[in-house]
DNA sequence: GTCTATAACGTGATAGAC
DNA sequence: GTCTATCACGTTATAGAC
């Protein structure tokens, strides 16, 4: 196993460890002894939690944008594919028990996240906002979604109300998010 | 000052350290510094940490329902102006640097609350839900308010979509909040 | 180059001072 | 009745072993 496959495995033990405990919560402990090393090797590899948080939140940057990429290369002219892709994303972390979508948490954790750990989440918030700006732009004009406003502010009404669903879901019942995306559909009025 | 009145202070201190780090954030050596003691005197007032954490669920719960009932009896057959009064709640808390609505912070702790805090926070959204929901089903009968689907399924949309714009608000700029309600009054075809 | 022993500090909590 | 000295533990991080 060479320094790039050890770096690769914290960080795969690292985002399974988030959307369980958050940032905060994450300790080199945790991610030392599932790797059955002391808690200090992992600073070999990261120096500062800082940089182990920068660098996950950039891989899931990444993750994001290729997903984005190859579903809009799929489905790139059917916008009501794309909502259900993107709203997948959430689903995806609260089907495991105890774990929810980080983007809510690390907003949680906003003061406790390093700087650079916030600029990147905001990021990550702006470009799921303009991927869904265009979704809604083409749904409005296929006259397959419709909303009052403008589709930019729309999207940011949308995100809001999947992370926040994401976040009550986890915490109440997994059910609750199936039950704001049927909202969401019906609201949009699209044909299920 | 006798004892309630310092167990109250104490609880005063915890609300506004809670909204800026959370549950996990908060330590007893932050409250008794601002209160010129040491951390353990804290321990005579909540002898655990969960002591303390419950009782500010529940002092939310209480302040909750005062401000209800005070605009339930005030607004009670004024929808529009009941829905303004909901969504006051979290930008009282976004108005101050920092801060965040308390609700989707302690979702996004839920692996590290005590189990009793954990109930009662599920009670108050809860109490959210039910209220939102008469506010939507008055709306509706008074036609001021139009959406799809059954009221109690809408509320929980809106309540999601309320802590994820706190949350995001909070993380990124105020400013986020007010352009989600200004998206909410729109789709509920609310002329303000 | 990779990892461990250890430090330095913050945490919640107990025992007991006054 | 109210608060402090102290403990046991978990945390991040450094210095240095091999």
Redesign the interface.
């Known amino acids: 196993m060479n320094k790039q496959d050890t770096r690769q495995a914290i960080l795969d033990i690292t985002a399974e460890l988030i959307q369980?405990?958050?940032y905060?919560?994450l300790s080199y402990k945790h991610i030392s002894e599932r790797l059955g090393v002391k808690n200090a090797a992992i600073h070999y590899y990261f120096p500062a939690k800082a940089d182990l948080g920068s660098a996950y939140v950039e891989q899931m940057i990444v993750q994001f944008e290729q997903y984005r990429d190859h579903l809009n290369s799929k489905y790139g002219d059917q916008p009501v594919r794309l909502l259900n892709g993107l709203t997948a994303i959430p689903r995806s972390f609260i089907s495991k028990q105890?774990m929810?979508c980080p983007l809510?948490?690390?907003?949680?954790?906003?003061?406790?996240l390093p700087e650079s750990m916030?600029l990147a989440?905001?990021q990550l918030?702006r470009l799921l906002c303009e991927w869904l700006t265009e979704i809604l732009e083409k749904g409005q004009k296929q006259q397959l979604m419709h909303?009052?406003?403008v589709a930019n502010?729309?999207a940011?009404?949308i995100?809001?109300?999947?992370?926040?669903?994401s976040?009550?879901a986890?915490?109440?019942q997994a059910q609750?998010y199936e039950?704001?995306i049927?909202?969401?559909f019906?609201?949009l009025?699209i044909k299920s």
Chains 1, 2 share one sequence.
């Open positions: 369980e405990l958050g905060k919560g105890g929810s809510g948490t690390l907003d949680a954790e906003r003061n406790f916030l989440s905001r918030s909303f009052s406003g502010n729309k940011l009404a995100l809001s109300m999947l992370q926040g669903a976040l009550m986890s915490a109440n609750i039950d704001v049927e909202q969401l019906l609201d009025a």
